[in-house]
């Protein structure tokens, strides 16, 4: 613990910011907070179809891991850590969408990064320490700033500032040597119309893959100015990583002989006993800081404004060890070695990234009679450099030109998005209400320079040189029923656009440019509720036009490709139910049931008898990482400061690629988790919480992820076999976190 409450003084908070909050009486019925979200969040007469997670629940499960894993209490959601212990890289997927196409979005601004356009959550530790709530739109959802919501959106909204000075410390240990600590600060109002609120976090672990350690450093500030109609805010807050890398996964031959924690990556070979060696600075390294800025104003009871600027500034590099690698890959000429030449040796490089994403969001809400409406418009920018060094070449005699390092690659990425939408929702009878969408977004796009791989045609780096614009029209339209309190349905057509990613370009074939990807997406729902049950039912059937996928062809340069298929679809039903058992008990749970198919669907693998890449026509099949059934449970149990909670989740198998061979697959795995806690207060504290969470309480080997390394034919005829080389993600047994919480 001491190690993680120094490592949180290396932290400057180089600026400070603020959020608003509903209950308080200067602001008096007014919640300017949600003039910040409610341009990019659903309603409750919003015919789509979302989930909620609010401040309460985020606080009960927080005991250090990933805000992917706190989404698993909603449903279709499937997440996975490359650690195995939900902490440091971890990634998650909705109705098997990929977190590259959900757009998400914290205070209305958008957080995916431009070109993955992804968002990388071990750069931002410990951020659902600092949430208010989360708001998660499956489908198309509503029209948002950023990046394409492309079969889901996430709407995370920051923590309001209590007006009463506060503070609270939060500590935890368990399995793997994790360690958390979170430390937060707030002012109360200050001078009438000030308030200040911070927070710093560390967390270490050692990971349950074996050298899969994460140091995780993090802050939240903020600051702000407000009176009954305006409120002026800024916030900080940002994250520092440094984690051994764990992605390469576990090769499948090691996970057959039960060596589950296996990692490969740093691999120096062996010493003269014959043990093998790693690298100790395998690692990625990382800082971000995200900037936000802020004006919220009551123009009229009917009106409100929100307008507010953002940047980011990420910049890191990773380091790794190559073993026996071409020298001519990298730029440099061979040399001698006790008098023989050198073409090929182990070396160490770095790769590394240098970027900044900003811009401005402008939101206009105007409420009367029987009008919703909102009017909103963004444009960012970004501007990213990809560069790398050799820092070290085995048995290399020195050249006063390569020191202290060699670049071997630069390429810069430019990217400006710009987005106007109009929403509104008008109701048309007393239990009926229509909502109309249209968003027009415009992508321009260009990377040019050399990517990080040699092309062996040429002799030269790959090289890039992008240049392409977009124009996106993106139409939504619902109906919302209502005839009473316990009963609601709805029915909404949406449809989207995203444009493709750098991988998409980098990776594409020779002369073949990938093109935008179309969703069309039906959805239709229906809710019960009363004060004793529950139940909800939604179908949906997402129709896609050149979605983009893994095709089994590889480049010139050996590198795994893209491809448009023109006609692929997700079509399923959302089962939801909740249960309260008594005063104290409840219980809530999901089903999700899906079809997830390519049509017309060829393959491409390598035939080594005949030197080149065969076609295998399948037909129609299934869409790779989407699992047929995802069903989900949670008994919870609160009395008298105790709290207790049972959760399971079931997953369908899943295929690595897109030919549906049980050669390539995840196995169905069934997890259980328990939690419980306590709180009291202690003279001098207002509360106390302790608890533990018991995470894979079964001890249940499972594998959530991995991928397709290769895949070809060796021999002829008869004999001809195809080899599969495969990588898995085991995650943790049964392990622990315990936690205690402090609050002032």
Wanted: cysteine-free.
């Amino acid at each position: 613990m001491k190690k993680v409450l120094f490592a949180l003084l290396e932290i400057l908070l180089p600026v400070v910011a603020v959020h608003s909050q509903t209950q308080q009486d200067s602001l008096k019925s007014i919640d300017l907070q949600e003039v910040q979200v409610i341009a990019t969040r659903a309603t409750k007469k919003t015919p789509l179809t979302y989930s909620e997670i609010d401040k309460e629940t985020i606080e009960t499960v927080n005991y250090g891991r990933d805000i992917p894993f706190i989404l698993t209490l909603t449903p279709s959601v499937v997440a996975t850590s490359e650690a195995g212990t939900g902490i440091g890289y971890t990634g998650f997927r909705i109705r098997g969408t990929d977190a590259n196409r959900i757009n998400i979005t914290a205070n209305g601004i958008p957080m995916n990064d431009s070109e993955s356009q992804g968002v990388f959550w071990v750069n931002l530790p410990d951020f659902a320490s600092s949430l208010e709530d989360l708001q998660i739109q499956r489908g198309v959802g509503t029209s948002t700033n950023g990046a394409g919501a492309f079969g889901a959106s996430i709407n995370l909204k920051t923590e309001n500032i209590p007006m009463n000075p506060y503070g609270e410390f939060n500590g935890g240990y368990g399995s793997f040597n994790t360690s958390k600590a979170t430390l937060k600060l707030g002012t109360g109002k200050l001078g009438g119309h000030w308030i200040f609120d911070a927070r710093i976090s560390g967390i270490n672990s050692d990971g349950y893959i074996d050298r899969a350690a994460v140091d995780l450093k993090s802050f939240f500030a903020q600051t702000g100015y407000f009176n009954e109609k305006t409120f002026i805010k800024m916030i900080v807050f940002g994250g520092k990583e440094k984690t051994y890398h764990a992605w390469d996964g576990v090769p499948e031959s090691e996970l057959k002989k039960g060596n589950r924690t296996y990692n490969p990556s740093g691999y120096m070979g062996e010493d003269a006993n014959g043990n093998p060696m790693y690298y100790d600075n395998q690692t990625d390294n990382y800082l971000q800081t995200n900037y936000q800025l802020s004006w919220m104003q009551v123009l009229s009871p009917d009106l409100k404004l929100n307008l507010a600027f953002h940047y980011t500034k990420g910049d890191g590099y990773y380091e790794e060890y190559k073993q026996d690698r071409s020298l001519v890959e990298y730029g440099l000429n061979p040399f001698e070695y006790n008098g023989e030449p050198v073409e090929s040796s182990d070396l160490i490089r770095q790769k590394h990234l240098d970027n900044g994403f900003g811009g401005g969001i402008f939101s206009l809400n105007y409420i009367k009679g029987k009008w919703d409406a909102t009017l909103g418009t963004g444009i960012n920018n970004y501007d990213g450099n990809h560069f790398g060094y050799v820092t070290w070449i085995k048995n290399y005699a020195g050249d006063p030109d390569f020191y202290p390092e060699h670049e071997y690659y630069r390429s810069k990425g430019k990217k400006t998005d710009f987005n106007i939408f109009t929403k509104a929702n008008y109701q048309l009878l007393d239990f009926l209400s229509l909502y109309g969408d249209l968003q027009y977004r415009r992508i321009d796009y260009t990377i040019n320079g050399e990517n990080d791989k040699w092309n062996w045609n040429t002799n030269a780096m790959q090289q890039l040189d992008v240049s392409e614009k977009f124009n996106f029209f993106n139409p939504k339209a619902g109906l919302f029923f209502k005839p009473n309190i316990k009963n609601e349905a709805y029915l909404s057509f949406a449809v989207a656009h995203r444009e493709p990613n750098r991988n998409n370009y980098t990776d594409a074939g020779f002369n073949e440019t990938p093109r935008p990807e179309r969703l069309y997406d039906y959805e239709a729902g229906y809710k019960f509720r009363n004060k004793t049950w529950s139940a909800g039912v939604n179908f949906y059937f997402m129709q896609y036009k050149d979605q983009l996928v893994l095709n089994g062809k590889v480049n010139e340069i050996g590198e795994p490709l893209t491809s448009n298929v023109p006609d692929s679809y997700r079509m399923g039903v959302e089962l939801t139910a909740g249960i309260r058992l008594s005063s104290s008990l409840r219980w809530d749970g999901s089903l999700t049931l899906s079809q997830n198919k390519i049509r017309n669907f060829s393959e491409f693998v390598y035939d080594g008898a005949l030197d080149k890449q065969i076609e295998n026509y399948l037909g129609t099949t299934s869409i790779a990482y989407s699992p047929p059934v995802i069903a989900k449970s949670l008994l919870s149990f609160s009395s008298k400061g105790w709290n207790a909670g049972f959760e399971s989740s079931y997953v369908g198998k899943q295929y690595l690629d897109n030919t549906g061979s049980s050669d390539r697959k995840l196995d169905p795995y069934f997890v259980n988790n328990l939690l419980l806690a306590y709180r009291f207060q202690l003279r001098g504290i207002r509360s106390v919480s302790t608890g533990i969470q018991i995470n894979n309480i079964f001890d249940q080997e499972y594998e959530s992820n991995g991928y397709v390394w290769g895949t070809w034919y060796e021999g002829s005829g008869a004999e001809k076999t195809r080899i599969n080389e495969l990588y898995y993600f085991p995650q943790a047994g049964i392990n622990i976190l315990a936690n205690i919480s402090l609050k002032f």
